[in-house]
């Protein structure tokens, strides 16, 4: 059986929801570095793989696949069995729901704490731009109803889909990693639930293995 | 029990919830949500979503929000049901599932909300911003137009949930000033002439308000 080939950063956001699923299953694989500085990334060889010239995509075999969500339900259906169930795809009610929190972290979490992300950590030392306060302000109140959702959410059930570890939980992890490295991760403090859930499903093995991966980028 | 939906006709993202049900040939019961008077932020409404959004299923004891959460869970619990709108374990169908959620859904629902919408509520449309999200949105349709060239439908030969979850805002832009984005696209066109002939979507079309 061929090696499983993912294509793309360990500090990548993306990317990294795709390793912590390779990891969770404990699947063999392969990480391919793309370089984004040198605009790897919009080659032919790796627009061949991702038409949107993003990262990761993955090769398996014959098949090629691209969006870190769909990767992600990819490598957990096939390694099912050979680790957790992060999908519960045998269970309706309880798919339903990580189905339902996943997309809560893509249409409801993720756009209000990726821009506090982007102006506060990346803008700067990527680029050496200066942080836009008034973005960060806005999506800091944003982030907090967000937050005050998951507080009552997660008072009633350990973890965003119900009593159960999720790929929803898995999801959250790269972008909330990096927005505990900005100057506003102490907002965090005013939800005791949120809090423990963080600390409790980022002290699993393959996120420290992932952590450790981002090399001094968190 | 019939299933209802809680959202309006005009909602793109409950026209998805109401789209997969037709196609499932299913009958449910429209609870309309008064957004103009912020019923959606009232109690009631907020526990059955949280998040103060519609649409909002609920099907016996299961309540589900989130549009494409909602249409996975009809696809899969009425299989049997009408059409069948999920390939066994395709890779290419959950990718381009996806591809509808990151690439296409942020630019062209800007671009309905700013020409659409805010018309309807009293609001200004940006032009600028419409320039922006359009700018964007025509390099993911040659992305879709070279795909759609090789593909008969987004997931490969068979009309499934991952081009149904497209369907609402293809319908609204193509109601707009820049319809031109999706006709000017010979394959992208032509695969929405199909999908769009469906006697399911004729359905919900009918009942969409624009």
Known sequence: ?218 | MAIKVYGLTLSNNALRAIAVLNEKGLDYELCPVDLQSGAHKKPEFLALNPFGQIPVVQDGDEIIFESRAITRYIATKYKESGADLLPDNSAKFETWLQVESSQFYPAISAINFELLIKPMIGMTTDMSNVEKQAEKLSAVLDVYEAHLAKNKYVAGDVFTLADLNHMPEVFLLLKSPKAELITSKPHVKAWWDDISARPAWKKTAASIPV
């Open chain 1, 1 to 218: 059986m061929s090696l499983i080939k993912l294509y793309g950063m360990p500090m990548a956001t993306c990317t990294m929801r795709v390793l912590l699923c390779l990891e969770e299953v404990g699947a063999k694989y392969e990480l391919v570095p793309i370089s984004m500085p040198t605009g790897e990334h919009k080659s032919p060889a790796h627009l061949a793989r991702n038409p949107f010239g993003q990262i990761p995509a993955l090769e398996d075999g014959d098949l090629t696949l691209f969006e870190s969500r769909a990767i992600a339900r990819y490598v957990l259906r096939k390694f099912k069995g050979q680790g957790p169930d992060l999908l519960k795809e045998g269970n309706l009610s309880e798919s339903a729901m990580v189905d339902v929190w996943l997309d809560v972290e893509a249409h409801q979490y993720n756009p209000a704490i990726s821009p506090i992300v982007y102006q506060s950590l990346i803008l700067p030392r990527m680029y050496g731009g200066t942080p836009d306060q008034s973005i960060i302000d806005t999506n800091l109140e944003k982030l907090k109803k967000v937050l005050d959702v998951y507080e009552a959410r997660l008072s009633k059930s350990k973890y965003l889909a119900g009593d159960f570890f999720s790929l929803a939980d898995l999801s959250h992890f790269s972008y909330t990693k990096y927005f505990m490295a900005t100057p506003y991760a102490s907002v965090f403090d005013s939800y005791p639930h949120v809090k423990a859930w963080w600390e409790d499903f980022t002290s699993r093995p393959a996120f420290k293995k992932v952590a450790a991966g981002m090399g001094g980028h968190q």
